[in-house]
């Protein structure tokens, strides 16, 4: 989607502090971060977030997670929350399916 910040960023257009990447998906840190490590995985194909996600394009979700753990292991994260918001009143500010990894300091349940 040429308008999407994230399918620039996943097609190095914008510049970011890549952590992993693969023809299928891209994890980077997060600009703004929010605990001590903060990093984002996003599909380089376009999908709006977690309310799109259909039989068609859902491997891509597992895929992530799996990504996601083993980043985890080694980053030597032993604890971490993934979050996904969807849509204006959850938080979401960009259009783009991304799962949030965050790490490194205790956390409240449940989120604001
Ligand atoms: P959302 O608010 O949609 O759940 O999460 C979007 C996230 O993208 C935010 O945490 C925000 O800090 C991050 N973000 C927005 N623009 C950029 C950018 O240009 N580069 C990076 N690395 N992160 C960004
Ligand atoms: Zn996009």
Known sequence: MSDC???????GEIPSKKLYEDDRLL????????????????????????G?????NSSIVAYAF????????ELGLSSFRVVTNWGEQAGQSVP?????????????????
Do not use: N, Q
């Open 66 to 73: 799996e990504t996601i753990a083993r980043l985890a292991k």
């Open 52 to 56: 799109e996600i259909t039989a068609e």
């Open 27 to 50: 994890a980077f840190y997060d600009i703004d971060p929010k605990a001590p490590t903060h990093f984002l995985v996003i599909p380089k194909e376009h999908i709006s977030g977690a």
């Open 5 to 11: 910040l994230f399918c620039k960023i996943a097609a």
């Open 96 to 112: 783009h399916l991304h799962f949030h990894v965050l790490a490194g300091r205790d956390m409240t349940w449940p989120p604001g």
